[in-house]
């Protein structure tokens, strides 16, 4: 436990100390639920994965993200764990959500990290992954977050998902409504496969143009 403490103390000052040497201010504080999907977007650089482990250590949020579980096998992939890394077999996605959704209920204290636009190239869509996992895990989402302008990084309030799939993402629309990444012009449209499917009157996706 007090190994812990430490570490939990460490990764907080090397956050802080990051954030200031590069001239960013966090938003936010340490989540009162002990178990959450965030987000992270927008998504459109490499820095965005450095600047959010920052934000989070900072506020004191140990995170854990999802990786191909090639990056843990090697002899480097102690440090993909002490980040918080998950590994997954990108390669058997079937049951990806129910087994995250799994863990969630067998770990007291869980933060999993998501981008939901899964790339930083522009796209006209969002995966959903993010929504089905805190669906099924019943968690709530967090909106994190990274304003490149503002230089600002930090994350939401806990928002319980309605399960009215619109509502919840019109929700986070207006929330990320004036976040803006590194490279705006690949920043990815806010919109769900779902939400395609359910506007269509045949049930299928609409091309959004």
Not at 33 to 58: G, K, Q
Not at 120 to 140: C, L
Request: proline residues 7%; glycine residues 8%; charged residues 20%.
């Amino acid at each position: 436990m007090l190994q812990h403490h430490r570490n939990s103390r460490l990764a907080q000052m090397l956050g802080r100390l990051v954030l200031k040497i590069t001239g960013w201010k966090v938003s936010g504080e340490l989540p009162i639920e002990p178990r959450s999907v965030i987000i992270a977007a927008p998504h459109t650089s490499n820095w965005d994965f450095v600047f959010l482990i920052a934000a989070t250590s900072a506020l004191g949020v140990r995170i854990h993200w999802l990786g191909k579980d090639s990056l843990f096998n090697h002899p480097l992939g102690f440090i993909m764990h002490w980040l918080g890394g998950i590994p997954v077999n990108r390669s058997k996605r079937t049951r990806l959500v129910s087994q995250i959704a799994e863990r969630f209920q067998t770990q007291a204290s869980l933060h999993l990290v998501i981008p939901p636009a899964g790339t930083r190239a522009h796209t006209d869509r969002w995966r959903s992954g993010f929504y089905h996992i805190a669906q099924s895990a019943k968690v709530p989402v967090i909106f994190g977050f990274l304003d490149y302008p503002k230089k600002l990084a930090g994350i939401s309030q806990a928002m319980p998902l309605s399960g009215r799939l619109k509502e919840d993402m019109d929700r986070i629309r207006v929330f990320y409504a004036d976040k803006v990444g590194k490279f705006p012009a690949m920043s990815s449209t806010i919109r769900l496969e779902e939400e395609f499917e359910a506007a269509s009157p045949l049930g299928q996706p609409k091309d959004p143009s």
